[in-house]
């Protein structure tokens, strides 16, 4: 989820919006990241200068699966969240092709950049605030 969150959201948005009712994978779990949070982070870190390293960088809160945050979507849209059909990994490329594997757990540890004194967004208020809510 990392870096797709703008992505996947206007998707969701944009089949919201068509009555499409998506089947989203449940099984794949992290949470959102948006560019303004990216941009932010970013900043922070070369105004404060802590030392070199990698800096891991996600929305806060308690991760979600896909499924979740398509249902979310839905919700602050003004659409059923039960059209959102969550489905296993395995049976959402069943029978597909030429598709990357996808990590099951993408959790990223925020602690080093939360010692560097950033704290980011959290995920469902980014999500609405990205929504326009």
């Avoid at 598709?99 to 967004?121: C, M, N, Y």
Wanted: hydrophobic share 40%.
């Amino acid at each position: 989820m990392i870096g797709e969150g703008s992505n996947f959201v206007a998707t969701m948005a944009s089949l919201a919006e068509r009555g499409f009712d998506p089947a989203v994978v449940d099984d794949q779990i992290g949470r959102l990241t948006f560019t303004e949070d990216l941009a932010a982070a970013i900043d922070h870190l070369l105004t404060a200068r802590p030392a070199s390293g990698t800096y891991n960088v996600t929305c806060e809160g308690e991760p979600a699966s896909w499924a979740r945050i398509a249902a979310e979507v839905y919700t602050l849209t003004g659409h059923d969240p039960a059209r959102v059909r969550p489905v296993a990994t395995a049976e959402y490329y069943a029978g597909k092709t030429g598709i990357a594997p996808r990590p099951a757990q993408s959790t990223l540890d925020l602690s080093k950049i939360h010692e560097a004194g950033f704290v980011p967004r959290e995920q469902w208020m980014a999500l609405a605030e990205h929504l326009g809510h």
